[in-house]
C-alpha cells in the first residue's frame, strides 16, 4: 500500500516545497485566508447582533453551523480545490502531459496541487467550533462525539464531490467556471446557513440535490437537539455518510463522461 | 519484442472533418522513422491516438502490443513523449526535482531512478542546471530536459513532437548527437514530427509523409528524395554584378536578384558537397556571403504532391 502511494507522496511534498520557496508570500496567502474566514464569521456576527434568533438558530448554534461548514469546505479545498484550474490545463493543453503519465488523471490533478494557504480558513473555523462546542449547551454522549466526527468527514467528502463533479463538468464547458462555482461557491455559502431561511424548493435542492445541508445545518440541530420539522427530522443528520456517498457517485460519474468526452472530441 | 507501432485502417474525424484518415503503418522495435506533413496534416492526432488522449473514430491502433485506450497507464509505461509545447517538468521547482518526481511516478526504484538520472544528465551536459528552477532554463536546456524526462523510464518508443523548433544550431546539432547516441546504445524506437528536413536527414532511417490524414509516403529518405528532389540552396552573395550562373556543375541556378548581385543555387546533396558548389563559383566569381538553406517539409510535401500528381 504505501509503494503505491509513493509516487503521491513525492508530489504532494514538491507541492509543499514550492509553496515554501517564497515564504513571505505564503505567509500573506494565509493571512489572506484567514482574513476571508474572519469575514464570513462577521457576516453571522452582524446577523446575530440585530437578532436573538435566525431560522430557528441562536448566535451559538449559528456558529457551530459556521464552524462546521467551513471546516468542512477548508478541507476540501485544501485537498482538491485546485480541481478549478482545469480549465486553464485544457486549454494549455497540459492534460495531454498528464495522460502520458502512468497514473491516473483525477489522482494527478488532485495531487498536482495542495493548497495550504487555505489552513487560515481551517484555523478561524476551528476556532469558531471551539467556542461553539464550550458555549453551547450540549449533553455530551459517544453519539455526539461520533455524529462530531462524522460530520466533518463527510461534509469534507461533499465538498470534495462537488469540486470533483464541477471538474467533470469543466471538459465540457472549459469557459463555465462560473457556472459551477455557483454549486461549488454557492454550495459553500449554502452550508453555513439555517436550512429554515430558504424556501421550500430551495431547501430541498440544498438537502436532496447538493446535498449542503447534510455538511453542517442538519448534524448541528441534532446535536443541540433543536426542535427539527418536517423537511429536517433530527435523525436525518445521521445520514450524512450516505449523502456523502452519492454525492462521490455522481462525482465519479461525471468525471468520467468528463475525460470521456476530452478523449472523444479532442479538448 | 513485438511490433511497437500497428494501426490499421485508423480513421479520426472531428465533427465534419477527417483527420486522420484510414491510416495503415507499421513500426518495428529499433526503427527511426520521421512522421513529416504540412500543419493541421493529422501529425499530432494520429500520436495522440497512439498515447490514448484521443479515442479512434474507426480501425485498429496498438503501442507496444497494448491497446491505448484501454491500457493507457501501461502504454504509458513502455513510451516516452515529449510534446514541443507542453513540459512534463515543474517550472517553480529546481530541474534535478522534475526528475526525483517523474522516477516516482513511473515507480523506479530510487537507487535505478538516480543512475539513469545521473546518465542522461552527463550525456545531455544538464549538471550546471540541476539547481535551476525550470522557468529560468533558456528554451535549448528546457528541450535537453524535456527529452531526458521522456527517457528516465527507459521506454521502448520515444515519440518527439517537433523538438527542434526554435532551437539555435548549435543546440539542434546537440541534440540530434545525443538521441543517435541514445538510440545506438539502448535500440529505442524513435517517431518524430519535424518541420526541419535536418532532422530527418540526421535521425531517421525511414520517413513517413502524413497530407490530409493519409499516409502519402513511406519509404526511406533516398526514397523521398529521389521523389521529389531534397535538395539545398546555396544563396551566394557576390561582389559584384554577375552574370547568371547557369554553367556551375552540380548545381542548377534558381534565383538571380539585383542584376546578379545574389545568386541561388540548388544542389542535391547526395550528389556533391556545398564546398564543392562554392568553390566552382568562387573560380569564376568573387563571393562576399553565403547561406545554406534546407528546404522546409511543407516545401517537400507541396512537391510529393505535384509528382504524384502530375
Known amino acids: 500500500m504505501g509503494d503505491r502511494l509513493e509516487p503521491y507522496r513525492v508530489l504532494l511534498a514538491s507541492r509543499m516545497r514550492a509553496q515554501m520557496q517564497y515564504r513571505a508570500s505564503f505567509v500573506t496567502d494565509i493571512l489572506g485566508t484567514v482574513g476571508v474566514g474572519v469575514a ?25 453551523v459556521f464552524a462546521l461548514s467551513n471546516i468542512a469546505f477548508s478541507l476540501a479545498d485544501l ?3 485546485h480541481l478549478d484550474t482545469l480549465p486553464t490545463y ?6 495531454d502531459a498528464f495522460y502520458v503519465r502512468p497514473l491516473p488523471l483525477l489522482a494527478q490533478l488532485v495531487t498536482s496541487d495542495l493548497s495550504l494557504r487555505r489552513i487560515g480558513r481551517l484555523s478561524v473555523a476551528l476556532l469558531a467550533l471551539t467556542v461553539a462546542l464550550a458555549t453551547a449547551d450540549i449533553a455530551w454522549t459517544p453519539a455526539v462525539v461520533a455524529l462530531l466526527v462524522l460530520t466533518v468527514v463527510s461534509g469534507t467528502a461533499i465538498f470534495s464531490a462537488l469540486f470533483t463533479a464541477a471538474g467533470g463538468l469543466q471538459f465540457f464547458l472549459v469557459d463555465g467556471a462560473e457556472f459551477t462555482n455557483s454549486f461549488t461557491y454557492g454550495g459553500a455559502y449554502s452550508a453555513q446557513q439555517s436550512q429554515q431561511v430558504f424556501p421550500g424548493p430551495l431547501r430541498i435542492f440544498w438537502t436532496f440535490v447538493v446535498p449542503t445541508a447534510f455538511v453542517a445545518y442538519l448534524p448541528a440541530v441534532s446535536i443541540l437537539e433543536l426542535p427539527g420539522d418536517r423537511l429536517a427530522p433530527l435523525w436525518l443528520a445521521w445520514c450524512t455518510p450516505l449523502a456523502a456517498v452519492l454525492s462521490w457517485t455522481v462525482a465519479g460519474l461525471c468525471w468520467r463522461a468528463g475525460t470521456r468526452h476530452y478523449q472523444g472530441a479532442g479538448g | 519484442m513485438s511490433t511497437i507501432i500497428e494501426t490499421r485502417e485508423l480513421v479520426r474525424e472531428f465533427k465534419k472533418t477527417r483527420a486522420v484518415d484510414r491510416m495503415s503503418f507499421v513500426v518495428e522495435p529499433g526503427e527511426s522513422v520521421g512522421y513529416i506533413g504540412a500543419n493541421g496534416a493529422g501529425k499530432s492526432t494520429t500520436i495522440k491516438m497512439l498515447t490514448g488522449i484521443l479515442k479512434p473514430t474507426s480501425g485498429h491502433v496498438r503501442t507496444c502490443g497494448l491497446d491505448p485506450m484501454r491500457q493507457r497507464i501501461a ?12 513540459s512534463q517538468l515543474w517550472w517553480d521547482l529546481p530541474l534535478g526535482e522534475s526528475f526525483t518526481i517523474l522516477a516516482a511516478i513511473h515507480r523506479l526504484d530510487p537507487a535505478a531512478g538516480r543512475a539513469r538520472t545521473r546518465e542522461l544528465v552527463d550525456q545531455l551536459e544538464m549538471g550546471p542546471q540541476l539547481g535551476t528552477p525550470v522557468r529560468s532554463l533558456s528554451l535549448g536546456q528546457r528541450m535537453r530536459a524535456e527529452i531526458a524526462a521522456a527517457l528516465l523510464h527507459t521506454p521502448d518508443l520515444l515519440i518527439l513532437d517537433e523538438p527542434t523548433i526554435g532551437l539555435d544550431v548549435l543546440s539542434k546539432q546537440r541534440l540530434r548527437e545525443f538521441l543517435v547516441a541514445e538510440r545506438r546504445e539502448r535500440g529505442t524506437t524513435l517517431l518524430l514530427t519535424t518541420h526541419d528536413m535536418g532532422d530527418i536527414e540526421r535521425l531517421c532511417d525511414r520517413v513517413l509523409v502524413i497530407d490530409r490524414g493519409a499516409l502519402a509516403f513511406d519509404g526511406t529518405l533516398a526514397g523521398l528524395a529521389a521523389t521529389v528532389g531534397a535538395q539545398r540552396l546555396l544563396v551566394i552573395d557576390l561582389a559584384v554584378p554577375t552574370p547568371p550562373l547557369t554553367a556551375i556543375a552540380g548545381a542548377t541556378l534558381v534565383s538571380n536578384e539585383s542584376q546578379g548581385l545574389r545568386q541561388s543555387l540548388a544542389f542535391d546533396p547526395k550528389s556533391t558537397t556545398a564546398a564543392a558548389v562554392l568553390a566552382r563559383v568562387s573560380a569564376v566569381a568573387e563571393v562576399r556571403d553565403l547561406a545554406i538553406e534546407e528546404p522546409d517539409i511543407e516545401d517537400v510535401v507541396r512537391r510529393l504532391y505535384a509528382a504524384s500528381r502530375p
Open chain 1, 40 to 64: 464570513e464569521f462577521a457576516e453571522v456576527w452582524v446577523i446575530f447582533h440585530n437578532v436573538d434568533v435566525l431560522g430557528g438558530l441562536d448566535f451559538t448554534a449559528a456558529l457551530l
Open chain 1, 79 to 81: 485537498f482538491v480545490g
Open chain 1, 90 to 95: 485544457i486549454r494549455a493543453g497540459q492534460v
Open chain 2, 75 to 86: 502504454v504509458a509505461r513502455r513510451v516516452g513523449v515529449v510534446f514541443g509545447q507542453r
